[in-house]
């Protein structure tokens, strides 16, 4: 069965850095476009970035654009989110997203990990 | 950017009633539309997908319709299992989020 398990959150102070993994199993890692979507306490689902089956090609949410990376390996069947420059507003779950392609052209998210929280605070 | 915004932001229903959530676009987005659930503690699962094709396991109480900006999501008979958030997603470019839809006991 399809398994993301996020690690790497935790409690960090403004302007510092922090990595979140994705461990993924249970499908074929290099063949699926990934996604890291969070959510504020309290509050609704951001779309955080995206990244292709082949790690060609990264696209961001203009709040994170500049500061955070997203990366993976398929070797390891791992996702990886790389942040920058913290801020409080950035304090969230973090979820890694399995990208479902269908027909083509229809894509949506059909498997979530479980979170991690980030707390960015002093 | 293409903006999504939902409507209601809440509602109060009872178990049995027929439930509709509203998502508009700010541009067209044809059928790139997708429905999620959400309960406190969980990630998100996946209901619509392609504004109407109902995800494997879903029942059949959801549906949903629309294209191009608008957009609803139908609970034909709620059940309890189903007070929960809800949010629609576009997936026409990048990704985007409405704000979500509180589904609660009324």
């Known amino acids: 069965q399809v398994q993301l398990v996020e690690s790497g959150g935790g409690v960090v102070q403004p302007g510092r850095s922090l990595r979140l993994s994705c461990a993924a199993s249970g499908f074929t890692f290099s063949s699926c476009a990934m996604h890291w979507v969070r959510q504020a306490p309290g509050k609704g689902l951001e779309w955080v970035a995206i990244?292709?089956?082949?790690?060609?090609?990264?696209y961001y949410a203009d709040s994170v654009k500049g500061r955070f990376t997203i990366s993976r390996d398929n070797s390891k069947n791992t996702l990886y989110l790389h942040m920058n420059s913290l801020r409080g507003e950035d304090t969230a779950v973090y979820y890694c997203?399995?990208?479902?392609?269908?027909?083509?052209?229809?894509?949506?998210?059909?498997?979530w990990g479980q979170g991690t929280l980030v707390t960015v605070s002093s | 950017d293409i903006q999504m915004t939902q409507s209601p932001s809440s509602l109060s229903a009872s178990v049995g009633d027929r439930v509709n959530i509203t998502c508009r676009a700010s541009q067209s987005i044809s059928s790139y539309l997708n429905w999620y659930q959400q309960k406190p503690g969980k990630a998100p699962k996946v209901l619509i997908y392609?504004?109407?094709s109902l995800e494997s396991g879903v029942p059949s109480r959801f549906s949903g319709s629309g294209s191009g900006t608008d957009f609803t999501l139908t609970i034909s008979s709620l059940q309890p299992e189903d007070f929960a958030t809800y949010y629609c997603q576009q997936s026409y470019s990048f990704r985007t989020f409405g704000q979500g839809t509180k589904v609660e006991f009324k």
């Open positions: 997203a399995k990208e479902e392609l269908i027909s083509g052209t229809t894509v949506y998210f059909d498997y």
């Open positions: 392609g504004a109407s």
């Open positions: 990244i292709s089956y082949d790690g060609n090609n990264k």
